[in-house]
Structures are given as structure tokens and as C-alpha cells.
């Protein structure tokens, strides 16, 4: 059973940084792509980034320069580098792994990252 837990998120300041961390079990992630998206009540979940294994990335504007994906496949985990986080920022965070071949696709529970101004 693949499992995907979540962790990093609190609450900072406008200006500060966190890294999330989403730890995969039971899963090959090199045949995995990944991404990170955030919600807010009220809102649709929404995009925040996306990386597959060959290291292709993409970013939604919003957090482009700001937040940087990465991925440890030997470690079956992903990662999100928030930096200059603003109040706009503050969100439930999930990480998703999608298989690139077949059926797959998994979502964490989420972390709430707050930033205060």
C-alpha cells in the first residue's frame, strides 16, 4: 500500500522560508512524475509545482523564483523549497505522485503553511 506523509509546514513569516518534505513508501519513484499543490478554503486545489524524473520542472507563476521542487528517488521523497513566502502563500500544501506508466496516483494529506505579515 503506497503511502505519502507529509511534512515542514508551520507558520512563518512574510519574508521567510520552510521545505516541505513528502516521504513516499512503497513506491519506485523513479516511475513516478511528482508535484506539489496548495488549497485554500473556498478555492480550487491548484498546481504549485511539478517535476518528473528526468528532472523537467514546471512552476505556477505565482511562486516562480520562489519555490524550487526537488526529489530524492533513493529516498522515495519530495521536496518543496518555499523562500520569500508571503501571506498569499498561506495554504494546505499536498504532494501528488503520479505514475508515468499505468495506474497510480497518490495524494498526501496535506500541511498547512501559514505566513503572517
Known amino acids: 500500500q503506497v503511502q505519502l506523509l507529509e511534512s515542514g509546514g508551520g507558520l512563518v513569516q512574510a519574508g521567510g522560508s520552510l521545505r516541505l518534505s513528502c516521504a513516499a513508501s512503497?513506491?519506485?519513484?523513479?516511475?513516478?512524475?511528482t508535484a506539489w499543490y496548495r488549497q485554500v478554503p473556498g478555492k480550487e486545489r491548484e498546481l504549485v509545482a511539478w517535476r518528473n524524473n528526468p528532472g523537467a520542472t514546471r512552476y505556477a507563476d505565482a511562486v516562480k523564483g520562489r519555490f524550487t521542487i526537488s526529489r530524492d528517488n533513493a529516498k522515495t521523497t519530495v521536496y518543496l523549497q518555499m523562500n520569500s513566502l508571503s501571506p498569499e502563500d498561506t495554504a494546505v500544501y499536498y504532494c501528488?505522485?503520479?505514475?508515468?506508466?499505468?495506474?497510480?496516483?497518490?495524494w498526501g494529506q496535506g500541511t498547512q503553511v501559514s505566513v503572517s505579515s
Open positions: 512503497n513506491i519506485r519513484l523513479s516511475m513516478y512524475d
Open positions: 501528488r505522485m503520479t505514475a508515468r506508466m499505468g495506474p497510480g496516483d497518490y
